[in-house]
């Protein structure tokens, strides 16, 4: 079975400041693990993804990621937070054995102030 | 074109109304999704369709009805539908699996807002 938690429902963060978002997962075998971005009333955006290989995932907007497998997490990070960064993050993951099935995280609202 | 479109952009129907959501991708994606998504919660997976086939069903109701005419096309018939239904549906399409790839991102699409009265 797959499971990933995202344990802060709510990120508050001024502009300039560094953001993180959280996410641990669970799986069984290799984790394939994706973050997505929600705009209101829009659909999910991808923002990057963890295969194999580099611990440090570079994706869209200036965003990375941080795979750590001793600590099952994945945690969002963007050095310089912008207030167009206020949004909706999902973190998923995705067995090697369960296509076409995501476990999406709770999803972390992230607040940027000016 | 990198794309999923979704229409129409809000829809509201009453609880004996037949009514359809349309999806498109042009991408040459075989793998077409339906998740429903209530306010800030995450998405719900309903449908998975591949090579035009139901390939996963996460015991809908049988009053949403899929249907994929083909490879670029993804359709969810709707027809007796509960309050308890209104909701954001969201479509979405990734690559097929092959050789056992199996960590190809969805791209979605801006969903389709389902008031029910």
């Known amino acids: ?114 | 074109d990198t794309e999923v479109t979704q229409t129409p952009k809000h829809l509201v129907m009453g609880m004996t109304n037949k009514k359809s959501l349309k999806c498109e991708q042009h991408m040459g994606h075989r793998a077409m999704y339906w998740y429903k998504q209530k306010a800030k919660k995450p998405p719900e997976l309903m449908f998975v369709y591949s090579y035009e086939k139901l390939s996963i069903n996460e015991s809908v109701p049988s009053r949403f009805s899929p249907e994929c005419p083909n490879s670029s096309l993804l359709n969810l018939h709707l027809h007796a539908l509960q309050p308890e239904d209104s909701a954001l549906y969201l479509c979405a399409s990734s690559q097929e699996r092959t050789s056992g790839r199996l960590h190809n991102e969805q791209f979605f699409g801006p969903g389709t807002r389902l008031t029910v009265l």
Do not use: M
């Open chain 1, 1 to 114: 079975a797959q499971s990933v938690a995202q344990p802060e429902d709510q990120v508050n963060v001024a502009e300039g400041n560094p953001l993180t978002v959280k996410c641990t997962y669970s799986v069984s075998g290799n984790p394939y693990l994706f973050w997505y971005v929600q705009y209101p009333n829009r659909g999910l955006q991808f923002l990057l993804k963890y295969i194999t290989g580099d611990n440090l995932v570079k994706g869209s907007y200036g965003f990375e990621a941080e795979f750590n497998k001793s600590q099952t997490s994945f945690h969002l990070k963007k050095p310089s937070a912008l207030v167009s960064d206020s949004a909706l993050y999902f973190c998923a993951v995705r067995e090697t054995d369960s296509w076409g099935k995501f476990q999406f995280g709770a999803g972390t609202q992230v607040v940027v102030t000016p």
